[in-house]
């Protein structure tokens, strides 16, 4: 048995501080009330020692208000409880990954990120979905091919999850989803410039393969590509995208109407 199955199945040790101890002790109270009182309690006092009673109660939880609580306390003894946490990350179970990845992303340590990327690509979605959601919230870079690798996989929940997660990172996931738009994949680059386009001013780097895009050959990264440029409201980005109000593509088209007659230029 590892240590974190022990502390799945084991009870709340005691610390020796009559406050601490009583608050540990009604942590598996019957009554929910009771225990999220006292997950308000352990994380008030904040002491390092509660973390693998805090952890362990946090896979037992069934109530998803008392585990918000539980995750906020373990917060509170951050340094203490992230060893624990990750071990947890080698965990079969989908419920204790889901739940260890949520207080990871609060704590939002750099240095647990690597620990974190392979869940990326799990074979439960819902837990890879979790792992995604995770890194983008602590926003470290590293993580971003993660991201790439699942662009046009899924999905429409899935896509829409990763569009998201991308356009989080902003100018920094530019080159790798520039990158992605020269891809002879279509389904790739038309996630990535559906990316790009969610992503917004954060996009302003890749203007120039956003300006190329607009002669792709799939429709979907034309409008992409088009809609991207238009809500950049650059002078480069206006200029590329007033040049197709002739364009063949009614849809590319109508976008580039929209930019040309828009209030006072870009």
């Known amino acids: 048995m590892n240590l974190t ?27 929910r009330d009771a225990r999220q009182a006292a997950a308000l309690n352990v994380g008030e006092i ?13 896979w037992s939880e069934p109530d998803p208000f008392v585990r918000e609580t539980l995750s906020w306390a373990i917060t509170r003894v951050a340094a203490a409880a992230t060893p624990l946490l990750l071990e947890a990350l080698t965990s079969a ?35 890879a979905a979790k792992a995604r959601w995770a890194l983008a919230r602590i926003g470290d870079p590293r993580a971003i091919p993660a991201f790439v690798a699942h662009l046009g996989v899924g999905d429409d929940t899935t896509r829409n ?13 530019v080159p790798a989803l520039v990158d992605a738009l020269t891809s002879d994949k279509t389904h790739v680059r038309s ?26 050959p799939d429709g979907e990264v034309r409008v992409s590509a088009a809609m991207a440029l238009f809500d950049l409201r650059t002078p480069r980005a206006h200029a590329a995208l007033t040049r197709r109000t002739k364009t063949a593509d009614r849809r590319v088209r109508a976008i580039a109407d929209r930019a040309a007659r828009r209030p006072g230029g870009p």
């Open 191 to 216: 996630h990535a410039a559906e990316a790009l386009c969610f992503m917004g001013p954060g996009a302003e780097g890749a203007t120039d393969v956003l300006s190329g895009a607009l002669d792709d």
């Open 93 to 127: 179970r989908a419920a204790t990954l889901d739940r260890a990845l949520h207080v990871l992303s609060k704590i939002a340590d750099p240095a647990t990120v690597d620990a974190m990327i392979p869940l990326a690509d799990d074979a439960d979605p819902h837990v």
């Open 5 to 31: 199955q022990s502390l799945v199945t084991a009870p709340v040790a005691r610390k020796g501080v009559a406050q601490l101890d009583e608050a540990l002790d009604r942590l598996a109270h019957a009554d």
């Open 161 to 173: 999850g990763v569009t998201r997660d991308l356009a989080s990172f902003a100018a920094r996931a």
């Open 46 to 58: 904040a002491d390092p020692a509660a973390a693998p009673g805090l952890v362990a109660r946090l």
